[in-house]
């Protein structure tokens, strides 16, 4: 079987890019302008992934008080 991995030759043209950067919309902002949806988003999820590592814990500490 071939292997899948890329010789140092082809990452280098893979990196090399001579196509012109453009936008995807000419009316783009920068960068930093994030949707309020975006940010709201991201603070549900990091709620969630609070919640279940403070369930996950609280579980750890049950079995090792069963123990």
Do not use: C
């Not at 009316?27 to 369930?55: C, E, F, M, Y």
């Amino acid at each position: 079987m071939a292997s899948a991995k890329k010789t140092g030759d082809e990452n280098v043209t893979l990196l090399i890019d001579n196509s012109v950067p453009r936008a995807v919309e000419p009316n783009a902002g920068p960068v930093d302008d994030v949707p309020d949806r975006l940010l709201i988003l991201a603070n549900r999820l990091q709620k969630a992934l609070d919640s279940r590592r403070a369930t996950a814990a609280a579980n750890d500490r049950a079995q090792r008080q069963k123990n």
